[in-house]
């Protein structure tokens, strides 16, 4: 047996079809087996069984059921050659069914064996039967036979089982198709298709089921011949018969005579036997005159039929003529010679007026195979280019020429001419258009074809207007695509559409034209230069001059006429038309200027349809003058009505538009523009009312809200980087009244009657609240809401970014589906705020819809303020954040604004920016009850914002207000209580490091820490006020140590931050001081007025004594190592007049990336760094190196200050020695080349010339070089000559706090005990200049000029980039402090240059202003109102905060003896002290800092007044006078400062002090012990001959008359108990004795201490011999006689001594020396 054949079927669609055909067919093989008759029994019971017998068993699988069948069909392949022909046919139709049910069963998929043949046999036979039924018959019963046999009647139904069967076996593969074609079906099957076309049957039937049998019966026929006639076997089948010829031509001649059931199914198949049309078949159809004969029979039918059915038959022929072209163009010539196009020119004009319905398929069908015979032609069309220029700059005749679908049929392309000249229906003439359109794609080269030949569009043109509205339209599209598709400019065409709109016959058609127009003008600028020359702007000024005026007669009136419908259409197209003219075309918004028409423009404003585009105009006339414009929108905008919102709106933003460009800024200031935006917000007072009134309520709360956003935009986008801009709205005071006017919209708090504070368990942020008022369910009033919104509005021009927003943009977008429902007024439901939107089911956070982004992200620090006004705005708006009946929420967004304006100060730079825009005193004026009432919400927050910010600059009259504030009476809110909240400074080790460290940030968090505020309970016997005002002290002290602590671990040289500029390389890649006129080198006969400076007479350079720069500096942040960038601390340039070139002569810079210092005093050209090469012409005449590099190492540290001295000692010859110290500590020494006397190679100079000499400090805009390093400069120095290592210490000592010229120089730890005059450091004449941003002010070009001079005010603007004009533009100055002392020329000072990159900030901490407001008066102060250890310590602390950070503030406590008022004030509150308040004392006096070791004595008034005063301590709880004594222990014997400590002990007359304590009958062993200790140490640091004086004057005191005997008193006792008093202890006196024996033997014998024969000599006279002799006497005690002789032979060992000894010496020396210490002891 074979092998079986698999079949799938490749088409779907074919497989759908057929099965749904066979299942509505419903054949089963029953039915089969009962309807087949057959005289053999036998047979008929195998054919019956066969049913039977699937019932006993389960159905099989379609596998096996092909298995089965292929069997049967073997068989029968087997037997038929044996078995008669009508045998072969029985067996074949019982075969039948059940290939049909397999096949039905098996869902498409077939294996069957030799299907091919099975197909054969199948169509043979089928064949067979319809010759059968046709041989001999007539047409009409063979139409019926044909119909009898295919369909289900009769008995039998062999015929429709052969089409079914045939139906399917023709839906396979390509093989089993080419057999059923070769079985002689194709012409069977057209024989029968002609008969039903040509002969319709009237149909009787009694049930539906017949027309429903005869459509599944055609649909399989036509099936069959669409799958044979699609292949050219099946054509070349049909060439053997004679019934295609006849069929064609039957549908041109009997159309209306035909089947109707059959003329859809009959053109289907011509259609598909037209496709596959083979070389055969067309010689066929010419011999027969197929086309010839069908052709002249349409134009018979084409004077009967209608259009409609004319045209489905002519579609068929036509299709046969354009499908046989590309094998031959036989059948068109035999078209076009017999008229053809005549043909379709009549059928098509007929249907003028034919519906969609109504055949308009087969029109289309035309016209598309017209269009497609346009291409059908052997030769090319040969025309010449003529391309009128000017054209588009992309566009390329050459390019466009192709060999591709090009027209070579013009008589083809003519007729669609015709139809569009002739016809003006809309259907067709559009269908034309469409054609044209398609051509021109085909081959962009048609397009030039046709024109240049017969001019379709030219001629088109002449008529369009009598087309109907649509079709115009689509033709000036089709105008437009020559110019957007084809990229060609049609001139000629161009100027017809200029006439048109000129001579205007039909309004729309003109208005169509101008919509052509203004598309091709926004394609490309060109346009706007054709137009222009081509006179239509001039035609469209004049028109809408002429519109304008009657605009203006007739304001207020309504015209019908003038403004409704097309004529005021076409007034904005032709507004829109001159907008697109002036975009971008300087010239045509002159010639707009020129005619006068800016008057005119203007009239149209106020009509919102021409607005857009007017406004339009009007930006281009900016680019021309922006003062004219910015006069024209603020005019308008002013003069507004309150109900004209959308002008308004539109109007704004027209102007952020123009704002964009930085140079429209300065016409916006000129034009009052910041006071014509604020004029809205004024005018909208009361606007956002809950509810609202007046006309406010028709306009809606949404659109109000827009327009403030709107407003605001504006403003900010004219500050947004505009620095005269800025500083004019901050000195005019608009910030205010900004505030003013946001105020007063209705919405805020107006009412002046006091809050009643609540408490609130959890404040929500800032952003929370955003998210609670707009994207949650819970209820929030209108009010509030629009008050979040307004802030927010703030909060974004804050961070300068409110004008880069689009916010109601995303409003509008989703305004349909807004609704608000947690209102509670009528109001609510008219209203929809602009975010309020109702997400059903959505809980996504309002960062997720939010425009802006998530607020929260500024929450961290990182937030740049942009615009600091904008935060006193929203600070004087927090107060009227309420509302009665809402007293709890209105607190509650209080208290998130307050939290997020603290989060805005975070950095320091934040804070830094904020105090220079006086929110300081913005905070103390707004929010004066918060400050007063201590339980009020807003007190600590806002306290603890005033802090951050006071911490870097404060003004005196602001801190004494707030000062002022705390002590004001609290408002009787609650309840009073005799207790006052204080916070916690007890008990625990972590509340004591946070007092020690005095971080601000720990203060803070303990201080708004909720755990940490609680009461303190005032003793029985203390009165209410004396609690409160113990309370009133600390809290005054607190605030006073969060603004006065250190924030870092810093000298105390550098405690408070200096005033600095700040150079970010980051944002510009630039940023310098430029001083100009260091010098001016003059010739002999220069004149004197091309030098600037100030002062006389003329300075030399380079000095002749050497140079030294003296700078402080702290680097905020290093540049990374592939972009670093250097630290320039000094660069000096020279300029030599008449010549180009300008020379760095000395440069100091700092290289981070190898931590060096390079200095270098080459001369090299002052040039860009890209351009910059190393020199090798001039080899370096000096021996020595022009420049040198010193190793830095690790001594940088950042965020610390660092102290840069580089000094040039010039030597005699040409070179010099150069020194670096940073901090005090030597980089290194090395020999240089000295600066020359001339720039560059420069050997002599002319007389009349001079040498201009200037510096820049940083990095110049001509070494522009972007990097993330970042560093700021304090106090800087120039002298003209080289300062010795003592000066530069004490400059180091001094800090960068000091801000004169050394001229009378005094340290802060000098006083009274230095007898010190103050001497100048660096001579008057030697100072060539002094930076200290101190001094340091905002300025103009036109200032400096007249408080200084021209050249320098030139010299200033060049360097700027400004006009020297200029009087508007802020320039920061910084002053030469040096400018007033006497000395020759100097410089002016410097000045800041660089916009973004370059910041100054003049520091004024808490710490200095209180200097000016009582100083440590005001400190003392709270010392004296302390009643609790806590507020004691506060106040301490706060004092030596101040102490030691302000040296005025310690130069007034000595000048005022504050220190011995705060020894009063610490010996009246004795029971306050504790151990930490003594920490502070070290601290002060400076022998214990913060974070430090021990060190030297600093504060030598503190020590002597408040340590030293052992009176104090000695009464203190805690035994704090051994905690002294330890510390002064630890002092004294440091070996670093113990006798620098010394020495300051001895001036302040410690020993004396120390002495008198053992007066004290209760002193203890202990504290004995420790005081000789440090007795000891006192002596061997600092020995002195008065000291042991006082000390033997004080044992000589201790011994007993000769009548007690000390040796019965034992002393065992006495060292065991130490914590006895003298008075309780027998022998203690004598034990006393002792202890001082021992310790001066111990001094005198130490290793530590080395006398000389002269010193112990000095000693040994003073006491004299007798004092020893005292010690030895009989009754002493023996241990005290045993201490006497060794003390004595200490001495005697020197012989020098011993002869003395031994020759005798007067006595009563020690009596008389100790005279002076004689008051001390008797003083009581």
């Known amino acids: 047996m074979r092998d079986y054949f698999t079949f799938r079927r490749t088409t779907s669609q074919n497989m759908e079809e057929a099965t749904e055909l066979a299942w509505q067919l419903e054949d089963s093989p029953g039915k089969a087996g009962q309807q087949e008759q057959s005289p053999d029994n036998g047979d008929k019971a195998e054919v019956t069984e066969q049913p039977a017998h699937s019932k006993d068993k389960p159905p099989q699988s379609p596998a096996l059921q092909w298995e089965t069948l292929g069997r049967q069909f073997v068989e029968y392949e087997q037997m038929a050659p044996f078995l008669i022909p009508e045998e072969q046919q029985r067996r074949l139709l019982d075969f039948l069914p059940l290939f049909l049910k397999t096949w039905e069963q098996s869902a498409g998929v077939m294996v069957f064996p030799n299907i091919q043949l099975l197909a054969s046999e199948v169509s043979k036979l089928l064949t067979k ?69 040509t002969f319709p049957l009237e149909k009787t039937s009694d049930d539906g089921e017949t027309s429903e049998d005869d459509s599944q019966t055609q649909e399989m026929l036509v099936k069959i011949m669409l799958n044979m006639y699609r292949e050219e076997q099946g054509v070349e089948e049909l060439l053997a018969a004679d019934k295609l010829q006849s069929l064609i031509i039957a549908t041109a001649t009997l159309w209306d005579q035909c089947s109707r059931s059959w003329k859809v199914p009959t053109g289907r198949v011509l259609r598909t036997i037209s496709k596959a049309q083979t070389k055969n078949s067309i010689v066929y159809l010419q011999a027969v005159d197929c086309i010839k004969i069908a052709v002249q029979n349409l134009f018979k039918l084409a004077d009967t039929l209608p259009a409609c059915d004319v045209c489905e038959a002519a579609s068929i022929v036509l299709c046969f003529v354009k499908d046989s072209y590309p094998i031959s163009s036989a059948l068109l010539m035999e078209f076009e010679n017999n008229d053809g196009y005549q043909l379709l020119l009549k059928i098509l004009l007929q249907c003028e007026g034919l519906q969609q319905n109504e055949g308009g398929s087969y029109l289309d069908e035309i016209l598309d195979m017209l269009t497609c015979l346009t291409t059908c032609g052997k030769t090319e069309l040969k025309v010449s280019g003529n391309i009128v220029h000017p054209q588009l700059p992309h566009f390329d005749f050459e390019c466009t020429r192709s060999s591709g679908m090009t027209v070579k049929n013009l008589q083809a392309f003519q007729v669609l001419q015709s139809i569009f000249q002739k016809s003006n229906d809309q259907h067709l003439c559009g269908r034309i258009l469409a054609a044209i359109g398609t051509i021109w794609a085909w081959d962009t080269v048609n397009f030039f074809l046709l024109e240049w030949t017969l001019q379709p569009i030219n001629q088109f043109m ?73 006179g239509l702007l001039g035609l469209l000024l004049a028109l809408l001059r002429k519109q304008a005026k009657i605009l203006r007669k007739s304001a207020g009136t309504h015209l019908p006429g003038l403004e409704e419908g097309t004529e005021k259409e076409l007034n904005a197209v032709m507004l829109k038309m001159v907008a697109a003219l002036t975009v971008g075309s300087v010239r045509n918004t002159v010639v707009l200027k020129d005619y006068g028409m800016v008057p005119y423009i203007k009239i149209f404003l106020d009509d919102e349809c021409y607005r857009s585009a007017t406004l339009s105009i009007l930006e281009q006339l900016s680019v021309l003058n922006y003062e004219e414009y910015m006069s024209i929108i603020i005019g308008a905008l002013c003069s507004s009505t309150q109900g004209e919102l959308h002008l308004k709106l539109d109007l704004l933003k027209s102007l952020l538009k123009i704002l964009e460009s930085p140079k429209s800024h300065s016409a916006f200031r000129m034009c009052s523009g910041f006071n014509g935006l604020l004029s809205l917000l004024s005018d909208m007072e009361g606007a956002l009312q809950d509810p609202p009134s007046g006309l406010w309520a028709a306009i809606g709360q949404n659109c109000i809200l827009e327009l403030v956003f709107y407003t605001l935009q504006g403003i900010t986008a004219a500050l947004h980087m505009d620095p005269v801009n800025s500083n004019f709205f901050q000195k005019n005071g608009l910030f205010e009244k900004m505030a003013e006017d946001l105020g007063s919209l209705g919405c805020f708090w107006t009412q002046g009657e006091r809050q009643i504070p609540l408490s609130l368990e959890k404040i929500r942020t800032f952003a929370e609240f955003l998210d609670a008022a707009f994207y949650s369910s819970e209820p929030f009033p209108m009010w509030l809401k629009n008050c979040i919104w307004i802030l927010n509005f703030l909060d974004h021009m804050v961070k300068g970014t409110l004008h880069l927003e689009s916010f109601f943009k995303e409003r509008k977008a989703e305004k349909g589906d807004a609704s608000r429902d947690d209102e509670d007024g009528p109001q609510a439901k008219e209203e929809q705020h602009p975010v309020a939107f109702n997400r059903p089911g959505n809980k996504l956070p309002a960062s997720a819809y939010r425009p802006w982004g998530n607020p929260e992200k500024w929450e961290t620090g990182d937030c740049a303020i942009v615009h600091p006004g904008a935060v006193c705005v929203m600070v004087r708006l927090l107060p009227k954040l309420y509302k009665e009946g809402h007293a709890q929420l209105s607190q509650e967004i209080q208290c998130a604004v307050v939290d997020h304006i603290q989060s805005l ?123 409160k005002r113990s309370a009133l002290a600390l809290q005054t002290a607190m605030s006073l140590i969060s603004m006065t602590s250190p924030r870092n671990f810093q000298l105390r040289s550098t405690a408070l931050p200096p005033s600095f500029v700040e150079f970010d390389m980051s944002m510009e890649g630039y940023g310098c001081l430029y001083l100009p006129t260091l010098a001016t080198v ?24 050497g140079l030294t720069l003296s700078c402080w500096f702290l680097v905020s942040r290093f540049g990374l190592v592939h972009n670093s960038h250097p630290l320039r601390f000094l660069t000096i340039v020279r300029h030599m007049s008449r010549t180009e070139q300008e020379f760095v002569c000395l440069s100091v810079s700092f290289f981070p990336q190898d931590h060096s210092l390079v200095i270098s005093t080459e001369e090299v050209e002052f040039q860009p760094l890209d351009i910059m090469e190393p020199e090798d012409e001039i080899p370096n005449p000096s021996p020595f190196p022009g420049h040198v590099q010193f190793d830095c190492g690790k001594l940088l540290v950042t965020g610390q200050w660092h102290h840069l001295t580089v000094t040039f000692a010039k030597e005699a010859k040409k070179n010099c020695i150069v020194s670096a110290y940073i901090n005090g500590q030597v980089l ?38 972007k990097s993330s390093l970042i560093w700021r400069l304090g106090p800087t120095y120039l002298f003209e000559e080289a300062i010795t290592v003592e000066t530069m210490e004490m400059i180091n000592k ?208 503190a020590f002597h007044h408040v340590l030293c005063n052992f009176e104090l301590w000695v009464k203190a709880p805690e035994n704090l006078d051994l905690a002294l004594f330890s510390h002064l222990k630890e002092i004294l014997q440091s070996s670093r400062h113990g006798c620098q400590n010394a020495a300051v002990a001895y ?53 007993k008359p000769s009548s007690v005997d000390e040796n019965q008193i034992c002393l065992d006792s006495v060292a065991e108990m130490p914590d006895e008093a003298l008075s309780q202890t027998s022998g203690k006196t004598i034990w006393l004795r002792n202890q001082l024996l021992k310790m001066l033997l111990d001094v005198l014998c130490s290793d530590k201490l080395h006398l000389s024969s002269e010193e112990q000599e000095e000693t040994f006279l003073a006491l004299g011999p007798d004092w020893f002799l005292l010690f030895t006497q009989s009754y002493l005690h023996s241990s005290t006689v045993v201490l006497g002789i060794k003390l004595l032979l200490c001495f005697l060992h020197n012989r020098l001594l011993l002869n003395r000894f031994k020759e005798g010496i007067v006595a009563g020396h020690w009596l008389e020396n100790s005279s002076a210490g004689l008051s001390i002891l008797m003083d009581v």
């Not at 598309?519 to 137009?531: Q, R």
């Not at 003059?1082 to 004594?1105: K, L, N």
């Not at 002094?1330 to 005010?1353: A, H, M, P, R, W």
């Not at 000789?1572 to 020995?1583: P, V």
Request: glycine residues 6%.
């Open 129 to 197: 039967e319809i010759k059968r039924n046709l041989n001999g018959k007539p047409a009409e019963e063979a139409r019926l036979a044909l119909e009898q046999l295919l369909q289900q009647k009769g008995e039998a139904e062999d015929g429709r089982l052969l089409l079914k069967s045939v139906y399917l076996l023709s839906q396979s593969d390509l093989r089993t198709t080419w057999n059923i074609i070769g079985s002689g079906l194709p012409a069977a099957l057209m024989q029968c298709l002609y008969l039903f076309f």
């Open 462 to 534: 002449d008529i369009i207007h009598f087309k109907p509205h649509p079709v115009q339209v689509q033709f000036f599209r089709l105008v437009e695509s020559i110019v957007l598709d084809l990229s060609y400019v049609p001139h000629e065409i161009l100027k017809k559409v200029q006439y048109l709109i000129k001579e205007n016959i039909v309004p729309f058609c003109t208005l169509t034209a101008l919509r052509c127009l203004l598309s091709m003008t926004k394609k490309d600028l060109l346009f706007s230069d054709i137009f222009r020359d081509s």
């Open 905 to 1027: 100060v975070k950095s320091e730079k934040s804070r830094q920016v904020m105090c220079g825009s006086g929110l300081l005193s913005t905070i103390i004026t707004t929010c004066q009850d918060a400050f007063r009432n201590e339980s009020h919400l807003l007190h600590l927050p806002l306290t603890r914002v005033f802090e951050k910010l006071a911490s870097q600059a404060i003004e005196p009259d602001v801190l004494r207000k707030f000062l002022c504030l705390g002590g004001s009476p609290s408002l009787p809110s609650r309840t009073s209580t005799n207790r006052t909240q204080a916070l916690s400074c007890q008990g625990s080790d972590s509340a004591n490091a946070s007092w020690n460290v005095g971080s601000e940030e720990d203060v803070v968090d303990n201080k708004t820490d909720s755990q940490a505020v609680v009461p303190v309970s005032s003793s029985p016997s203390s009165s209410p006020w004396v609690s």
């Open 1082 to 1105: 003059m010739g002999p006969s220069a004149e004197q007025s091309v030098s600037g400076g100030i002062g006389m007479g003329t300075r030399v350079f380079p000095p002749s004594s």
């Open 1228 to 1265: 290194g020494s090395a020999k240089m080349q000295y600066l020359q006397p001339l720039p560059g190679s420069c050997i002599s100079m002319e007389p009349s010339s001079f040498i201009d000499v200037y510096g820049y400090i940083a990095t110049p805009r001509i070494w522009k070089q």
């Open 1294 to 1501: 001094l800090g960068p706090q000091y801000c004169s010229n050394f001229q009378a120089v005094q340290l802060q730890d000098e006083d009274k005990y230095n007898d010190h005059n103050p001497t100048p450091l660096v001579a008057e004449e030697k100072i060539s200049f002094g930076i200290n941003f101190v001094c340091s002010s905002l300025t103009t070009v036109q200032d400096i000029k007249i408080s200084y001079n021209e050249v320098d005010g030139r010299l200033i603007a060049k360097e700027i980039g400004i006009n020297s004009r200029d009087s508007s533009t802020p320039i920061f100055l910084v002053k030469n402090i040096a400018g007033h002392l006497s000395g020759s020329l100097r410089t002016i000072g410097s000045v800041a240059v660089g916009q973004y990159g370059v910041r100054v900030f003049q520091s004024s901490p808490a710490a200095t202003s209180l200097n000016f407001i009582g100083g440590p008066a005001i400190l003392l102060g709270l010392i004296a109102m302390a009643c609790d250890d806590h507020t004691m310590y506060a106040a301490v602390k706060v004092l030596n905060s101040i102490l030691n950070s302000s040296p005025m503030s310690e130069k007034l406590m000595r000048h005022m003896h504050g220190y011995q008022v705060l020894t009063y004030l610490l010996k009246s509150k004795t029971q306050l002290l504790n151990n930490r308040i003594l920490q502070l004392m070290f601290s002060l006096v400076g022998t214990a800092e913060l974070g430090f070791e021990s060190s030297v004595i600093k504060n030598y008034s």
């Open 1547 to 1599: 001036q302040v007359q410690m020993v004396p002090k120390l002495i008198f304590l053992f007066n004290d009958p209760e002193i203890r062993n202990s504290r004995i012990t420790m005081v000789c200790t440090i007795l000891s140490h006192l002596l061997q640091g600092y020995f002195n001959t008065r000291d042991v004086l006082r000390i033997g004057l004080f044992l000589v005191y201790t011994l």
